[in-house]
């Protein structure tokens, strides 16, 4: 496999320095901006319970990424206020609105079915799985808009070799928390809950499928997943579950939420194809959140020469 | 209240009332308060404001009929022809900001997307009827065969509902409730013609000679 070194990044050129130094106004604010010093700490356990906490723990020493674009990044502001999270409304500004009391800690991931090490595990413990990177993808949604995201986390793969999938492991299902007192909004969605989705184990095991804890050098606020998500680039976006819970290695290709709710529109795969329109709508084109023409698609989002090799010999009109 | 409704106060207040959803996304454009995604805010905006002006123009009669306020007729052309100009505000949007005047590609869009072909329709249907809308053309056409001409909202009306249920992935609730209130407008129209009526109904449906309005 190709990988392609993409030129050197330094972290100022990540987070928006205005959005750096509101936050520490913030933090000093509150009072507890020395808490900020520590990495992996979660600041909102330290406020009151219930407050609207957007403060969120920072991470240093991120291990650059060869797999980061190079493209202008999103706002901080756009990432974190245009979110499809449909267990908080179905409106793009909803999320941002309805996520804020949303408790992500203590939080436990739950890793079973056909491992050798089934276990849970705390966040504090996923993170320590790995080094963590700092990987800017291109983030395609199905909705034909893209934005670019500086995300943290490290490889799937490396949460993978600690539970040790046996041979009879050929997929991973993912399940996304659900709580419809936290998340009354969810029963006017129009889909299921909780959020399945799932991924062929090669397809997880490649390295560009980032298991991301964080994104702009700090932890995710709760609209973009908190505080555990999948990120997979060459998909769309809805493939990416947020708010895992429940990672499971199975035999078979397991349900995903939205192939349920209409498998005509959504494929287990769901690559990002501009050959192969949405029944709806082009996916020819997209827009990227900022500019104002829309631009042409690329195939797999532009992560061919790293995933392309995935789906060799397949149809992908029919695999879609 | 007759004095209220007759006054061309009232109508000025309407007519600036019916221009706030723009007066708001003019607002917010100075503000930086469009989303994101400015583009996808301001389709969504108008085509919302497009659907809830015809609903609202469909009301007219109803009210007229159910509250005894015959003078409610003084508001549906103007009402009507804000349906037609947030229509047309949707329709540029989609047709600059989305298409870039690319007018093949949106003949492409309008042949292979239904929800474009539907929402389209919907579009051309109030042309006719927003150009007839003048007294004059009430007189060239003649009250019966202006009233059938404008019974062409009602299509319209139904095309735009379904424009809207066709457009979302899964949060169907809301063209519902469109859906909902267009079948109660529309239902009410046929119980009145299909149910023996205490006075005749056509007395009012003659409009009042009135001031062409733009």
């Given at each position: 496999m190709l990988i392609r070194k993409a030129p050197d990044l330094t972290?100022?050129?990540?987070?928006?320095k205005s959005l750096y130094l509101d936050r520490r106004k913030f933090l000093r604010g509150m009072g507890i901006a020395g808490a900020a010093a520590l990495a992996g700490t979660r600041l909102w356990d330290l406020?009151?319970?219930?407050?609207?906490?957007?403060a969120a723990a920072k991470f240093d020493n991120l291990v650059k990424s060869p797999f980061s674009t190079t493209e202008r990044q999103n706002s901080y502001n756009d990432v974190s206020h245009y979110n499809n999270f449909y267990e908080f409304g179905?409106?793009?500004s909803d999320p941002s609105k309805n996520a804020g009391k949303f408790q992500t800690s203590p939080w436990t991931v739950s890793v079973e079915g056909e491992v050798n090490k089934p276990r849970k595990f705390s966040l504090d413990e996923i993170i320590k799985l790995a080094p963590l990177e700092e990987r800017i993808y291109r983030h395609r949604c199905v909705e034909a808009w893209s934005i670019v995201v500086p995300w943290i986390g490290f490889s799937f793969s490396a949460l993978a070799n600690t539970v040790e999938p046996t041979p009879k492991a050929k997929y991973v299902a993912f399940e996304s928390y659900w709580d419809s007192k936290q998340m009354p909004w969810g029963r006017y969605a129009g889909i299921d809950f909780p959020y399945v989705e799932g991924l062929r184990l090669d397809e997880a095991m490649n390295p560009l499928a980032l298991l991301c804890v964080g994104m702009y050098g700090e932890s995710l606020p709760n609209q973009d997943g908190a505080p555990v998500r999948m990120v997979?680039?060459?998909?769309?976006?809805?493939?990416?579950?947020?708010?895992?819970v429940k990672i499971r290695f199975v035999k078979s290709e397991p349900p995903t939420t939205w192939n349920r709710m209409a498998s005509n529109e959504y494929g287990f795969y769901a690559n990002v194809n501009p050959k192969v329109d949405h029944p709806r709508w082009s996916q020819a084109k997209e827009r990227r959140l900022g500019d104002f023409l829309k631009r042409d698609t690329l195939m797999f989002n532009g992560y061919g020469d790293q995933v392309a090799s995935l789906y060799n010999g397949m149809d992908l009109r029919k695999n879609y | 209240m007759r004095a209220i409704l007759t006054s061309k106060w009232t109508k000025a207040v309407v007519f600036l009332l019916c221009l706030a959803p723009l007066g708001s996304l003019g607002w917010r454009a100075l503000h930086n308060d469009l989303s994101a995604n400015p583009i996808e805010f301001i389709t969504h905006a108008t085509g919302d404001w497009t659907l809830r002006f015809l609903l609202i123009t469909l009301v007219i009669t109803p009210f007229r009929k159910i509250l005894r306020l015959?003078?409610?007729?003084?508001f549906r052309r103007m009402l009507g022809l804000f349906a037609f100009f947030y229509a047309c505000l949707h329709f540029t949007t989609y047709i600059w900001l989305d298409k870039f005047f690319d007018v093949a590609e949106m003949w492409k869009d309008v042949a292979k997307r239904r929800f474009i072909t539907v929402g389209f329709t919907a579009f051309l249907l109030l042309i006719p009827l927003a150009i007839t809308s003048t007294t004059g053309w009430i007189r060239r056409l003649g009250g019966r065969r202006w009233q059938m001409l404008h019974r062409a909202i009602y299509i319209s009306a139904i095309c735009g509902v379904i424009h809207y249920y066709w457009l979302?992935?899964?949060?169907v609730i809301r063209p519902l409730a469109y859906a909902a209130i267009l079948a109660v407008l529309l239902l009410w129209r046929l119980a009145i013609k299909y149910w023996p009526q205490p006075q005749p109904a056509t007395a009012e449906l003659q409009p009042k000679p009135q001031r062409a309005q733009a």
């Amino acid at each position: 496999m190709l990988i392609r070194k993409a030129p050197d990044l330094t972290y100022a050129d990540v987070t928006p320095k205005s959005l750096y130094l509101d936050r520490r106004k913030f933090l000093r604010g509150m009072g507890i901006a020395g808490a900020a010093a520590l990495a992996g700490t979660r600041l909102w356990d330290l406020a009151s319970p219930g407050a609207k906490a957007f403060a969120a723990a920072k991470f240093d020493n991120l291990v650059k990424s060869p797999f980061s674009t190079t493209e202008r990044q999103n706002s901080y502001n756009d990432v974190s206020h245009y979110n499809n999270f449909y267990e908080f409304g179905t409106d793009k500004s909803d999320p941002s609105k309805n996520a804020g009391k949303f408790q992500t800690s203590p939080w436990t991931v739950s890793v079973e079915g056909e491992v050798n090490k089934p276990r849970k595990f705390s966040l504090d413990e996923i993170i320590k799985l790995a080094p963590l990177e700092e990987r800017i993808y291109r983030h395609r949604c199905v909705e034909a808009w893209s934005i670019v995201v500086p995300w943290i986390g490290f490889s799937f793969s490396a949460l993978a070799n600690t539970v040790e999938p046996t041979p009879k492991a050929k997929y991973v299902a993912f399940e996304s928390y659900w709580d419809s007192k936290q998340m009354p909004w969810g029963r006017y969605a129009g889909i299921d809950f909780p959020y399945v989705e799932g991924l062929r184990l090669d397809e997880a095991m490649n390295p560009l499928a980032l298991l991301c804890v964080g994104m702009y050098g700090e932890s995710l606020p709760n609209q973009d997943g908190a505080p555990v998500r999948m990120v997979l680039p060459w998909k769309y976006g809805f493939k990416s579950a947020k708010s895992l819970v429940k990672i499971r290695f199975v035999k078979s290709e397991p349900p995903t939420t939205w192939n349920r709710m209409a498998s005509n529109e959504y494929g287990f795969y769901a690559n990002v194809n501009p050959k192969v329109d949405h029944p709806r709508w082009s996916q020819a084109k997209e827009r990227r959140l900022g500019d104002f023409l829309k631009r042409d698609t690329l195939m797999f989002n532009g992560y061919g020469d790293q995933v392309a090799s995935l789906y060799n010999g397949m149809d992908l009109r029919k695999n879609y | 209240m007759r004095a209220i409704l007759t006054s061309k106060w009232t109508k000025a207040v309407v007519f600036l009332l019916c221009l706030a959803p723009l007066g708001s996304l003019g607002w917010r454009a100075l503000h930086n308060d469009l989303s994101a995604n400015p583009i996808e805010f301001i389709t969504h905006a108008t085509g919302d404001w497009t659907l809830r002006f015809l609903l609202i123009t469909l009301v007219i009669t109803p009210f007229r009929k159910i509250l005894r306020l015959p003078d409610l007729i003084r508001f549906r052309r103007m009402l009507g022809l804000f349906a037609f100009f947030y229509a047309c505000l949707h329709f540029t949007t989609y047709i600059w900001l989305d298409k870039f005047f690319d007018v093949a590609e949106m003949w492409k869009d309008v042949a292979k997307r239904r929800f474009i072909t539907v929402g389209f329709t919907a579009f051309l249907l109030l042309i006719p009827l927003a150009i007839t809308s003048t007294t004059g053309w009430i007189r060239r056409l003649g009250g019966r065969r202006w009233q059938m001409l404008h019974r062409a909202i009602y299509i319209s009306a139904i095309c735009g509902v379904i424009h809207y249920y066709w457009l979302v992935k899964s949060a169907v609730i809301r063209p519902l409730a469109y859906a909902a209130i267009l079948a109660v407008l529309l239902l009410w129209r046929l119980a009145i013609k299909y149910w023996p009526q205490p006075q005749p109904a056509t007395a009012e449906l003659q409009p009042k000679p009135q001031r062409a309005q733009a």
